[in-house]
């Protein structure tokens, strides 16, 4: 072969060992990533024009890329629309389907979001996050059964902290403790070592009733846990074992010095401490990080109703009802308020209105709602025991039941005086 010939067969090898455009349409995924993980989007989205002007919409990386910058940033339609382009490279990418589905159920458009979800479910039929998605779906909807059936199936396939949060705040919104029980119990056996689950388990424990198991759980999580610190604080503190309680309260401060719940707790241990100031200024604080709190301007009206300063004890119930107007209890002590300041029918209007509100049949809404009628005398004192017959039928139902509200001794000793009166 001569040397033109030689040089022809050369530059032939090298012409066909040139990269071709599809190899070539990768060489920014590099870059692209890069800025996605650092989040310059703005960089992320100029590339990713540069790459579509040079190769339109055949670069399925850059769509990828693009679609996650929309869903990031809140684009949720623009989101849909390029992972749709981005599936037309590959109908069966179940991971493509997964998030149109997600996009379309926050969207809103949840109908749409069950008929991808299916589509991804016929792909891959055992995957958590596909039962999760379509357990919002349906949740959305207030179809409370279907949305069950798939967070159960979504907490059956992965237990995990998305799955046994969702599982057992929605058995928590329906007030099955026992079954959300289960579901943190189950969680826990999975991952013994989580501190969070345990904290979750001593909360649910404390809330069911369930003191000393809930104590067991809470004081297994590290000492700089919140709601560890905050449960078991709560436990001492319903206990009137003050001291302890406000060294737990003390450590939480240490970590959240503005959490007005935490100067809340801390107040009310002042108060049952009998350290009035001390309580009232723990109480201007946690109303200072949170005005907007009814308990906490619950709880200082009840500090200055025990100082007999009652023309502030009223502005502060007045504060509460103001910003949780459903609250019975707070109509109550308004009421005690406004009749130690001499206005009886207010007081009364204000009784009226917490006994409409109380489901529970608080018994001490007609203890004290009694108790004001008989000082008025003889004009109230019929409706007066009618009030108190509905006392002692509602008190007799809850005599066994804890309540740090009063001393039962208190009660009975009340008790015994009103039917005294009641008989002369």
Same mark, same amino acid.
């Given at each position: 072969? %001569? *040397?033109?010939?030689?040089? !022809?067969?050369?530059?032939?090898?090298?012409?066909?060992?040139?990269?071709?455009?599809?190899?070539?349409?990768? $060489?920014?995924?590099?870059?692209?990533?890069?800025?996605f993980?650092?989040?310059?989007?703005?960089?992320?989205?100029?590339?990713?024009?540069?790459?579509? *002007?040079?190769?339109?919409?055949i670069?399925?990386?850059? #769509?990828?890329? *693009?679609?996650?910058?929309?869903?990031?940033t809140g684009?949720?339609?623009? =989101?849909?629309?390029?992972?749709?382009?981005?599936? =037309?490279?590959?109908?069966?990418? *179940?991971e493509?389907? $997964?998030?149109?589905?997600? &996009?379309?159920?926050?969207?809103?458009?949840?109908? =749409? =979001?069950?008929?991808?979800?299916?589509?991804?479910?016929?792909?891959?039929?055992?995957? @958590?996050?596909?039962?999760?998605?379509?357990?919002?779906?349906?949740?959305?909807?207030?179809?409370?059964d279907?949305?069950?059936? #798939?967070? $159960?199936?979504?907490?059956?396939?992965s237990? #995990?902290?998305?799955?046994?949060?969702?599982?057992?705040?929605?058995?928590?919104?329906?007030e $099955?403790?026992?079954?959300?029980?289960?579901?943190?119990?189950?969680?826990?056996?999975? !991952?013994?070592?989580?501190?969070?689950?345990k904290?979750?388990?001593?909360?649910l424990?404390?809330?069911?009733?369930?003191t000393?198991?809930?104590?067991?759980? /809470?004081?297994?999580?590290?000492?700089?846990?919140?709601k560890?610190?905050?449960?078991?604080?709560?436990?001492?503190?319903?206990?009137?074992?003050?001291?302890?309680?406000?060294?737990?309260?003390?450590?939480?401060?240490?970590?959240?010095?503005?959490?007005?719940q935490? @100067?809340?707790?801390?107040?009310?241990?002042?108060?049952?401490? +009998?350290?009035?100031?001390?309580?009232?200024?723990?109480?201007?604080?946690?109303?200072?990080?949170?005005?907007?709190?009814?308990?906490?301007?619950?709880?200082?009206?009840?500090?200055?109703?025990?100082?007999?300063?009652?023309?502030?004890?009223?502005?502060?119930?007045?504060?509460?009802?103001? /910003?949780?107007?459903?609250?019975?209890?707070?109509?109550?002590?308004?009421?005690?308020?406004?009749?130690?300041?001499?206005?009886?029918?207010?007081?009364?209007?204000?009784?009226?209105?917490?006994?409409?509100?109380?489901?529970?049949?608080?018994?001490?809404?007609?203890?004290?709602?009694?108790?004001?009628?008989?000082?008025?005398?003889?004009?109230? %004192?019929?409706?007066?025991?009618?009030?108190?017959?509905?006392?002692?039928?509602?008190?007799?139902? +809850?005599?066994?039941?804890?309540? &740090?509200?009063?001393?039962?001794?208190?009660?009975?000793?009340l008790?015994?005086?009103?039917?005294?009166?009641?008989?002369?």
């Open positions: 072969m %001569s *040397q033109e010939g030689q040089i !022809q067969q050369v530059q032939e090898s090298i012409i066909l060992k040139k990269p071709s455009r599809v190899i070539n349409r990768y $060489k920014h995924n590099q870059l692209l990533y890069n800025y993980v650092i989040r310059d989007f703005k960089s992320a989205l100029e590339l990713i024009e540069k790459l579509t *002007q040079e190769h339109g919409d670069h399925e990386y850059a #769509n990828q890329i *693009q679609g996650y910058i929309y869903k990031m684009q949720l339609q623009k =989101s849909t629309e390029t992972f749709k382009k981005f599936l =037309s490279f590959n109908e069966q990418d *179940q493509v389907l $997964k998030t149109i589905a997600k &996009n379309l159920q926050l969207d809103g458009r949840f109908k =749409s =979001s069950l008929d991808v979800a299916q589509k991804a479910l016929n792909l891959k039929k055992n995957d @958590w996050e596909v039962f999760y998605t379509i357990g919002n779906c349906y949740y959305a909807q207030k179809d409370i279907k949305a069950l059936i #798939n967070y $159960k199936r979504a907490f059956e396939l237990i #995990n902290e998305t799955t046994y949060n969702r599982l057992g705040k929605f058995y928590l919104s329906l $099955k403790y026992e079954e959300a029980l289960a579901v943190y119990k189950s969680a826990l056996n999975s !991952q013994p070592q989580n501190n969070e689950i904290a979750l388990l001593g909360v424990l404390l809330r069911m009733g369930q000393q198991e809930a104590k067991k759980y /809470l004081e297994s999580v590290t000492a700089t846990d919140t560890s610190l905050l449960g078991l604080g709560s436990i001492v503190q319903d206990q009137e074992n003050y001291d302890e309680a406000l060294n737990y309260y003390r450590k939480l401060i240490a970590i959240h010095p503005t959490s007005a935490v @100067w809340n707790n801390i107040a009310m241990c002042y108060y049952g401490k +009998q350290e009035i100031l001390a309580a009232i200024i723990s109480l201007k604080r946690a109303i200072y990080y949170d005005p907007f709190e009814s308990t906490i301007h619950f709880n200082m009206g009840l500090v200055h109703l025990h100082e007999k300063q009652y023309m502030s004890a009223f502005h502060y119930f007045q504060t509460a009802i103001t /910003l949780n107007p459903d609250d019975s209890q707070s109509y109550m002590y308004l009421g005690i308020a406004l009749n130690k300041l001499n206005d009886f029918q207010n007081a009364c209007r204000s009784f009226e209105r917490a006994l409409e509100l109380d489901k529970d049949k608080d018994y001490l809404i007609y203890l004290n709602y009694c108790i004001i009628l008989l000082q008025k005398g003889d004009e109230s %004192s019929q409706y007066a025991q009618q009030i108190f017959r509905y006392f002692c039928d509602f008190y007799k139902e +809850q005599e066994q039941l804890y309540d &740090n509200r009063c001393k039962k001794e208190l009660i009975q000793e008790k015994s005086q009103i039917q005294k009166y009641l008989r002369s």
